[in-house]
């Protein structure tokens, strides 16, 4: 399985966009790009996943890149309720592999 | 729909006890899984199954066993629980959707 890197912590003002950085270089062909969600000690929450195009549902947007090797989560319009860890998981099917995540506080 | 539902939410016991959790769901979801979170870490895997009758290894089965006898629940036991057994326990159900969704927890501590 590819090995996912996300940065630690990041800030966002709240009603900008959070915009979320995955690395993936390892990924292959049939390998997806999963984003979960958990907020304070709450079971995690899928958002989206994509394989080569980019998505968008009503939650967010993922911007893969053209070579695959990384990603963007955006969530376009951040509130104080999206005050959570983000984890990016690069799999084919089945169970998730989470990482540490990335921690993102939306600030006032 | 109730989703993903987890029982009991809390517990606590004493070393060397042996205790089952349940995990149900409703929405006829072929695959479940167990998953454990540490403070401070990233859920890993316990054990998961992809059918009724059907069980497989995860990343931490030491200590555990699962049974999956209807495929709307899925158990997961413990013998004879330690105190490195006390985490945060969640159950995900998945399938024939990929994305996968969480029960809310069972936090379990070992004395």
């Known amino acids: 399985d590819a090995k996912t890197t996300q940065p630690p912590s990041m800030d966002c003002a709240e009603g900008r966009a959070a915009n979320l950085p995955c690395n993936h270089s390892?990924?292959?062909?049939?390998?997806?790009v999963y984003w979960y969600r958990q907020i304070h000690s709450q079971g995690p929450q899928y958002i989206i996943h994509g394989l080569k195009n980019n998505e968008t549902n009503e939650m967010a947007s993922l911007i893969i890149t053209e070579d695959r090797k990384s990603s963007t989560l955006i969530l376009p319009h951040a509130t104080l309720r999206d005050t959570a860890v983000y984890y990016c998981?690069?799999?084919?099917?089945?169970?998730?592999?989470f990482g540490a995540g990335t921690r993102l506080t939306v600030k006032p | 729909n109730a989703g993903v539902t987890q029982t009991p939410k809390f517990r606590v016991l004493k070393t060397g006890q042996s205790m089952t959790l349940l995990c149900a769901q409703d929405m006829n979801h072929e695959y479940m899984y167990w998953y454990r979170q540490d403070p401070g870490m990233g859920l890993r895997l316990i054990h998961y199954s992809v059918g009724e009758g059907t069980t497989a290894k995860g990343e931490v089965p030491d200590g555990y066993n699962v049974s999956r006898l209807k495929k709307q629940n899925f158990l997961l036991g413990l013998e004879s629980a330690a105190p490195s057994q006390t985490s945060v326990y969640f159950c995900?159900?998945?399938?024939?959707?990929?994305?996968?969704?969480f029960g809310p927890g069972t936090r379990l501590t070992v004395l």
């Open positions: 995900a159900s998945s399938y024939p959707k990929p994305e996968q969704f």
């Open positions: 998981i690069v799999r084919v099917d089945g169970d998730m592999r």
């Open positions: 390892t990924i292959s062909g049939n390998e997806y």
